[in-house]
């Protein structure tokens, strides 16, 4: 299982983003995935998370919360997160992960497959 991570670009504070986490060697419909980030001087937490199948169930962390969106499209082997409202405070370094629960998603090293990380920098 390998995830590769995008979209991540320099974008202005209430501007938007959408992230894509590619998977290859497996099919991603049996993998829950959660988003991760990774705030300069702080460890990383989740964010977002969905669970395997077509109709993957969803939740995130109360900072993103009506703001960002998790989705997934099986066919393309591909899982997003749509970032709207971007602060200052969303920057940092955001990864995708798999073979974990999206229960465990306060427990990061509760995953075992990561991406390499894609950097989102909100600054005006």
């Known amino acids: 299982l390998q995830l590769v991570e995008s979209g991540g670009a320099l974008v202005q504070p209430g501007g938007s983003l959408t992230l894509s986490c590619v998977a290859s060697?497996?099919?991603?419909?049996?993998?829950?995935i959660g988003w991760f980030r990774q705030l300069p001087g702080k460890e990383r937490e989740g964010i977002s998370c969905?669970?395997?199948?077509?109709?993957?169930?969803?939740n995130y962390a109360d900072s993103v919360k009506d703001r960002f969106t998790i989705s997934r499209n099986n066919a393309k082997n591909t899982v997003y997160l749509q970032m709207n409202s971007l602060k200052f405070e969303d920057t940092g370094v955001y990864y995708c992960a798999a073979e974990g629960l999206c229960s465990d998603l306060s427990f990061p090293s509760r995953f075992g497959s990561w991406g390499q990380g894609t950097q989102v920098t909100v600054s005006s």
């Open positions: 969905v669970t395997s199948g077509n109709r993957g169930r969803t």
């Open positions: 060697g497996v099919t991603l419909d049996y993998y829950a």
